[in-house]
């Protein structure tokens, strides 16, 4: 069999067997709300895409650049979360166990694995620029549809960058450090956020123009270069992502990008950098022995735990008549639940595992929060000891498909009214634990309705994760959302998503009590979604 | 005690039915649940561990409908499943703790019951080590420690002796007679060797149908005077296969000893022989589909 043919079965294997999961079809929904959102109408409180107080007429040209932003924004996220799992999948299953008997190379394997990344995000894609189309039909402002103004945005910007992402998220699946949850919480802070955050201009590697990964300058530049040209004298302050606006915006006519080969260009980095990414992730990747676990001497004596490893160790407890006892001579049970029982193991669960200095950077944090002052100990500390517990909520209502115990615990009584609280509680408990320091601060200070969002703010945290494991069965929904809310909410100042209330004016404005009614909402999600779990 | 199942069914699809117009009455003791591979037996073993729905029919647990009641089963229940999985950093005891707190068994007995069950399984030397280092026959022993932890009034084990070597094997089936008495046992298998040795009766499956219920000796009687072993050149069995019903294979000198299920006797040459359970088995399960065709 050819090389490239191989490549193909690979990725066309791991593509049907993605496409046709739950998750892909709650992806696809997502995408057309997604597509729905990228371009608001005109009575719309917020924009997407605005220069000072304008908008463009909402044309072909003016709908793919927004969208085009958009989907580089927020796709770039979603979908990185959303298609690094494609080899943990061949772990999971054990198909990578058959897969390292043959003779397939690492590189071609690679080279699979990141067409099918590269198809799913494709779709997506495609799918999202289907529904510009039809917002732009439904907003009436301009009906004249110029394909090309979709396609060549898709093409030529969003693409390439596909390409790389596709390529990148192999790479992190190799590496044993970024392959977990950790390497999740990396490419938001570390390659996510600045690359959204920070604007770049077109610049040059040897002598090869490359433009940003996100391509916004492009479009940036030319809707400042005809806005001017209409109003000289105004700012041309141009922003994008989710802006909220008091009013409906003014409108000028933006008739689209000149597409140059210049621009085109400029973006063949971005499908180039794909090459050495999936070098160096066939040269990282270990194959799919099972891994070298390390001891449990960096954890605490709670949570530690030796491992049983060789086969000669293993002999010893085979299970041999000598060991017998009858049955019949055991002691009897009673039947009597105790929630604090379940509580303790379910924190137990929890935590097991955790190194020790876990357990001292979430402390680090804590008291970071006591004695730093309080705009920093709000505005930084206060989210980041927070967001350190992260991996452990992520796991909640999870954990029972990750790790297939789903049938021995839903067979025993009552799973939902006993499990469901009690695990909601411990993840709770974690929250108060790790926001103590927040929670001790309001106390000293007498700010009791700061006190109060806190707990909103607690509550709201183990509900999201719970709602999200059931639903979603993957811990990584839960990771991106609530990295996102954490990041535009707090660390970003918009009060709309700051669950935490340390933002100015959150308060006031009552987002608590929004967040306090989705955490019902939330709540509810969780006894449904578990009840349909429980019985198939 | 007892476990009435009426005319269940489960519908996956609107041409495919896993179960069909299941019926059984079942009191104390082992029920050697055989079939071949999707037959249905796993469906049947998570209806009544209430973990799948039933699209027809009703089961009644002294007297309790399951369907409305899950948990009055549930509190009597011990389920091992055919495929399940553990939480690698815990080790046995937090575990078995873990899956006694969920069950709800008292707290100070529970810790008596695990370090007892720990014993019989053979594990105790090993408890404190996570059980993600543990093999896969050590693993299935945590899974039958979990399912006997609160001293189940039934018990479920679907294809339990996959993953145990020989010896592993025999322990358990002796642990599994060890256990019946005073609870229903339900034991599924495709091994026909692990069901004679344990269970009082033996339901047979195919396609989702109950074709057989009976004793083993009631079953075994189905095909006295029905088997034969017929020595044979190496070079005839092929031809043979396509004629006969031969249930094992045996190298023998220069031949191979065929052991073949027939009304009449293959050849002169072949001897009548006492009927084993593998027998009787593949006589069910053939007769059962010259009834199809």
Redesign the interface.
């Known amino acids: 069999m050819s090389r490239i043919r191989k490549v193909y079965h690979i990725a066309r294997a791991d593509l049907l067997e993605r496409t046709r999961s739950y998750g892909f079809l709650v992806t696809l929904f997502l995408s057309i709300i997604g597509a729905f959102l990228f371009v608001p109408n005109s009575q719309a409180t917020y924009a997407v895409l605005l220069i000072d107080q304008y908008r463009g007429v909402l044309n072909s040209a003016w709908i793919g650049a927004a969208v085009s932003i958009s989907v580089m924004s927020f796709l770039t996220m979603f979908g990185f979360f959303l298609i690094k799992n494609t080899i943990e999948r061949d772990r999971q299953t054990r198909v990578g166990q058959i897969i390292s008997t043959t003779t397939l190379r690492k590189l071609d394997y690679m080279a699979g694995k990141f067409l099918s990344n590269f198809a799913i995000l494709t779709i997506i894609v495609i799918l999202t620029f289907t529904m510009a189309i039809v917002m732009q039909l439904l907003c009436q402002e301009d009906l004249t549809i110029d394909l090309g103004s979709f396609v060549l945005p898709m093409v030529i910007i969003i693409l390439p960058g596909m390409f790389a992402l596709s390529a990148l998220a192999v790479l992190f699946e190799t590496l044993p450090v970024l392959r977990t949850g950790f390497g999740n919480i990396l490419f938001f802070f570390c390659i996510w956020a600045p690359t959204v955050l920070i604007s770049i201009p077109t610049f040059d590697i040897f002598g090869l123009p490359v433009s940003s990964f996100t391509g916004r300058e492009i479009f940036k530049d030319s809707i400042s270069e005809s806005y001017k040209h209409l109003f000289p004298q105004a700012p041309g302050v141009l922003s994008d992502g989710v802006v909220l606006v008091e009013e409906p915006l003014q409108t000028f006519l933006w008739s689209g990008v000149n597409w140059s080969w210049d621009i085109f260009i400029s973006r063949i980095f971005w499908i180039i950098i794909a090459i050495p990414l999936l070098l160096l992730a066939s040269v990282a990747f270990r194959g799919f022995d099972k891994p070298i676990r390390k001891s449990g001497k960096w954890q605490l004596g709670f949570f530690s735990r030796k491992e049983v490893s060789s086969d000669t160790e293993n002999d010893k407890n085979k299970w041999v008549e000598s060991s017998n006892r009858r049955m019949a001579a055991l002691s009897k049970v009673t039947m009597r639940f105790h929630a604090w029982d379940m509580l303790k193991v379910e924190l137990k669960l929890m935590l097991k595992g955790q190194p020790l200095w876990w357990y001292a950077i979430a402390f680090l944090f804590i008291v970071l929060t006591l004695f730093a002052p309080l705009p920093l100990a709000k505005g930084i500390i206060a989210p980041l000891a927070w967001l350190w517990p992260v991996l452990l909520w992520s796991n909640m209502g999870v954990r029972e498909i990750r790790y297939n115990t789903r049938d021995i615990i839903f067979s025993s009584p009552a799973p939902l009214q006993r499990q469901i609280p009690v695990s909601w509680l411990a993840g709770l408990i974690v929250a108060v634990l790790t926001g103590s320091g927040l929670a001790v601060r309001y106390m000293v200070e007498g700010d009791a309705s700061g006190l109060l969002t806190w707990g909103i703010g607690a509550l709201f945290i183990p509900s999201l994760a719970l709602a999200m494991g059931v639903w979603t069965r993957s811990n990584k929904a839960f990771e991106a959302f609530y990295l996102l809310i954490m990041f535009t909410g707090t660390l970003n100042k918009e009060k709309w998503m700051d669950f935490m209330g340390v933002v100015d004016g959150t308060i006031k404005a009552g987002v608590p009590y929004v967040f306090l009614m989705v955490t019902v909402g939330l709540l509810v999600l969780v006894v449904w979604g578990r009840q349909r779990q429980v019985r198939r | 005690m007892k476990l009435e199942l009426n005319c269940v069914g489960k519908q996956y699809s609107q041409d495919f039915w896993a179960l069909k117009d299941f019926s059984l009455q079942l009191k104390p003791g082992v029920l050697g649940l055989l079939g071949e591979n999707g037959a249905g037996k796993s469906t049947l073993m998570?209806i009544i561990?209430?973990?799948?729905?039933a699209t027809t029919g009703t089961i009644l647990w002294n007297g309790v409908d399951i369907f409305q009641n899950?948990?009055a089963i549930?509190?009597n229940?011990g389920?091992?499943?055919q495929?399940?999985?553990?939480?690698?950093?815990?080790?046995a005891v937090?575990f078995l703790?873990?899956?006694a707190?969920?069950?709800?068994?008292?707290?100070k007995?529970?810790k008596?019951?695990i370090e007892?069950?720990l014993?019989?399984?053979?594990?105790?030397?090993?408890r404190?080590?996570?059980i993600?280092?543990?093999?896969g026959?050590?693993r299935q022993?945590i899974?039958i420690a979990?399912?006997?932890?609160?001293?189940p009034k039934i018990l479920i084990v679907d294809e339990p002796t996959v993953g145990?070597?020989p010896?592993?094997r025999v322990?358990?089936r002796?642990?599994l007679s060890?256990?019946s008495?005073d609870r229903i046992v339900i034991f599924s298998t495709h091994i026909v060797s692990d069901v004679e040795a344990t269970a009082e009766s033996i339901a047979i499956l195919s396609k989702g149908h109950l074709l057989h219920h009976s004793s083993p000796d009631e079953l075994l009687e189905t095909v006295q005077g029905k088997v034969w072993e017929w020595n044979v050149s190496s070079s005839e069995v092929q031809e043979l296969r396509k004629k006969w019903m031969i249930s094992s294979t045996v190298r023998s000198g220069g031949g191979v000893l065929l052991r073949i299920v027939s009304d009449e006797s293959p050849s002169n040459d072949a001897q009548l022989v006492s009927p084993g359970m593998e027998d009787a088995y593949l006589h069910c399960i053939s007769n059962h589909g010259k009834v199809r065709q």
């Open positions: 998570r561990s209430t973990i799948t729905s899950p948990d549930r509190e229940l389920y091992l499943p495929d399940f999985g553990v939480y690698p950093h815990l080790n937090e703790e873990y899956m707190a969920i069950k709800g068994v008292h707290r007995e529970a008596t019951r007892e069950l014993h019989v399984v053979n594990l105790y030397d090993v404190k080590r996570a993600g280092g543990y093999s026959g050590m022993r899974g979990q399912a006997l932890l609160n001293d145990l070597d010896v592993e322990r358990f002796n642990l060890d256990l008495g």
